[in-house]
């Protein structure tokens, strides 16, 4: 048996080239990894059509002369678009093919996920023991999909069948490290804003969820409100085979919340130093209860880089939000960073639901005060499972009209949220005036400058231009 797991092409069809980096699809790696460890004589593929700029049509052709038993593909929200043509062009091609999507689309909306799409099944949240079951039964030729919990699927007489929902894994150290030879590491490379290096980079989970709901956040389609996180000697063996075994000494941690529990952040610094790793890492974290002790082990471990997610500097829109967080205290955090000479990196959103011009103007003057080395703005995107998409379509905020990859947090398209007291031209323009009013500052031209200690700060700085060249206003 054969599976093919696709990364679809998104930047061709509608994506900011260049914003989002070009990463590896590590749950496609963590699904190959996890089935071949249960299901050894299934062969798995993995087709990057992202990374390697694939049209439809050619990822259509590369998939048909692998000839698979059955297919994957992952969909997050503005991708989906390129998913529907992609399987229709599939289902032409390859008709008898099964396809399984999944991912955060699918898990928020799988019914009309598999409508849209005609794909044959839809995974639901958490995706390693769900598909290799799936596998399992294809390979015994069963054909009753009802007791697989957390499947989605078209039934006999047309309609979608939703099973009840799967369980998570609760000791996440069971799963192998994701399966890196299926990939070209070599292609992969972070976005500028969170480039720690040159050469080689991949993504690394130490743990799935985080405890807090914040109203944008699609983490919690796929994860719950709860941290289940790795063991600190897991994760370190697996920085050390990514070195060994692939020559990868620059990571960017993908946990939502990577500094939640400091003994365990600790642990994890001190072992990559004891392993005398020469490593740079980049990670998430929130502005709050982060102390010297820990970013200076965090710093002597190889951390170049920290991600906060501020999102407003008014705090009548981080209730909004349900943002638990103190102004006052993100910025304690951010200046320590600065201190102890970490790269400082916030983002913000603009034209969340109650935003008005006063609480934009807020949010751009405490972005100007943190200044941080890095400021990324977003237009609010209500994606799928989240709060504030429920929020906006219970109030008719919707735009009817939106397709798919509008809904892409940076793009020149415009903004699915179509609020009654701000226009989607007027957010735009908000928008583009956070971005120029925040990087064209002395202030900010001389932090960069004095700040610059790599090559890969420079070459950052161009490709983040680029970028910026390429957002319409």
């Not at 006999?156 to 490290?177: A, Q, R």
């Not at 929130?286 to 407003?312: W, Y």
Request: with cysteine; glycine share 6%; net charge positive.
């Amino acid at each position: 048996m054969k599976v093919v797991l696709l990364n679809p092409s998104f930047n061709r069809y509608g994506g900011i080239s260049g914003h989002g980096g070009s990463m590896i699809p590590l749950n496609l790696c963590y699904l190959a990894a996890y089935s071949r460890q249960k299901r050894p004589e299934i062969e798995f593929k993995i087709l990057d059509a992202e990374i390697k700029g694939l049209t439809h049509e050619d990822t259509v052709e590369e998939t048909t002369t692998l000839n698979p038993d059955l297919i994957g593909i992952t969909a997050n929200t503005c991708v989906f678009d390129s998913v529907i043509a992609l399987i229709n062009l599939l289902k032409t091609s390859l008709p008898a093919v099964p396809i399984v999507i999944g991912g955060p689309h699918p898990s928020a909306l799988p019914e009309s996920s598999l409508r849209d799409s005609k794909a044959d099944f839809a995974v639901i949240g958490e995706g390693e023991m769900i598909f290799e079951e799936l596998l399992a039964r294809i390979k015994r030729g069963e054909n009753d999909w009802s007791k697989i919990h957390g499947l989605a699927y078209h039934g006999e007489n047309g309609n979608v069948h939703v099973n009840s929902p799967g369980t998570l894994i609760k000791d996440l150290d069971i799963l192998p490290f994701p399966a890196r030879d299926l990939v070209d590491s070599s292609l992969y490379s972070p976005a500028p804003t969170k480039r720690v290096s040159l050469g080689a980079n991949t993504l690394i989970a130490t743990s799935r969820g985080c405890p807090y709901n914040c109203g944008f956040c699609g983490a919690q389609t796929v994860w719950t409100n709860k941290i289940r996180t790795r063991k600190p000697e897991f994760v370190v063996n697996e920085i050390e085979e990514c070195v060994s075994k692939y020559g990868i000494r620059s990571f960017n941690f993908t946990d939502e919340f990577f500094t939640g529990n400091k003994k365990r952040v600790l642990e994890i610094c001190r072992l990559i130093c004891q392993s005398r790793l020469d490593v740079s890492w980049a990670c998430s974290a929130r502005a709050q209860r982060l102390d010297k002790e820990t970013l200076v082990a965090m710093k002597e471990a190889g951390c170049h880089e920290i991600s906060f997610g501020i999102e407003s500097g008014s705090p009548e829109i981080l209730n909004r939000i349900d943002k638990a967080l103190d102004l006052n205290e993100a910025q304690r955090v951010i200046c320590l960073t600065k201190k102890v000479g970490i790269i400082s990196h916030a983002s913000y959103i603009i034209g969340y639901i109650g935003e008005t011009e006063k609480t934009i103007k807020e949010t751009i003057r405490f972005a100007k005060k943190l200044n941080t080395h890095i400021a990324a703005f977003f237009i609010a995107s209500p994606l799928p499972g989240t709060p504030l998409y429920h929020e906006a379509q219970r109030k008719g905020f919707l735009r009817r009209e939106a397709t798919w990859v509008d809904y892409s947090p940076l793009s020149n398209s415009e903004a699915v949220l179509r609020l009654p007291n701000l226009s989607t031209t007027l957010i735009r323009k908000w928008h583009r005036k956070a971005l120029r009013s925040y990087y064209f500052r002395p202030k900010y031209i001389l932090l960069r400058l004095m700040t610059i200690r790599h090559l890969y700060e420079i070459v950052n700085l161009f490709e983040g231009l680029k970028v910026f060249l390429r957002i319409k206003k």
